[in-house]
């Protein structure tokens, strides 16, 4: 019986190593224990052959219990998807197999490869800024009512003016920094040409079509001569290479701050040619994004001399075109980090 119990120690260090953990049940030394049972002298034998039993159903149920958790691991187990073990010095990570990008990133970069071929480097924004790039910048001057159509979410945390920071609102918080950035450009006679693919947040009440943290392209175009021909062009081409077709756009007149004249810009209805569909709310028509032509302010801001440079600039929401594009209904899947969602992209 000692014997037994030896065994069944060895068994269990060698199924801790085992890969496919039912190999234990055809160990030899379990076959061997069987073989011993007839051998022995009878009034023995009963006794053995219930104890071997009993290890064998011991055996059994290990390999059972290992089973089912492995099942588990590979099941949608918020233990697996975000591992934490305090002791652990390597983090423990999913094969990279099983994961994917974000549809909303496979998305952006698709668009980065689209503009970059138009000429346009990619910039990040941030997700904390600061009143002076979200407002002043942008030609709305402080205490302008302009500021309240925004709906901002502000830190407790203050600015060297004493201003509330402000998870930005918009992308359109970078375009001071881009053409600061890029004015070299100006003075070697090429372009200022960049977009902002980045992340966005508004104070928002959620419906299907309203979330608070969502994603912005903006672009920003800057030289001479730069109308709003080109804004159009620009805006057309970029959506006829996404969705692979030829498309027909309308800009309506708009207000912005920070663009003079500014429009809203909508693209015919890339599903249904027109004629009306669920996409479009039956118009034919889909309402994209906000644009127009950069305000001398903005450009003054950025030192930038508006009698000399003229330029564009657009701001386009990445999750309605992802949307539309896959024919997701809810756009709080985004970040809702179900798996079930994120494994069909
Ligand atoms: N920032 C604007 C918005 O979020 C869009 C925009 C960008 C408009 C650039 C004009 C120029 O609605």
Redesign the pocket.
Known sequence: MERIEQIKKVLAERFATLELKSDILKAKELRELYGEIPKLPVEERGAFGQAVNVLRIELETMVRDAEASAESASLSSVDVTAPFDINATQPKLLPTSQGTTHPLMQEIERIVDIFGRMGFVSEESREIDDQYHMFETLNFPKGHPARDEWDTFMTVQTDKDGDPLIAP????TMQNRILHKYSANLEKGEPIAAIVPDRTFRNEDLDARHEHTFY?V?GIYVSKNVNAGMLVATLKKFLEEYYGKALEVRVNPFY?P??EP?FEFALSCPFCEKKGCGICSQSGWIEL????MIHPNVLKAADIDPNVYTGF???CGVDRLVMMKNDIEDIRHFQSAKLDFLRQF
Not at 169 to 172: E, F, G, M, N
Not at 289 to 292: A, E, F, K, Q, V
């Open positions: 609102a918009h992308t359109s912005q903006e912005f920070f663009t500014s994004l906000g644009c127009g600039a657009f701001g």
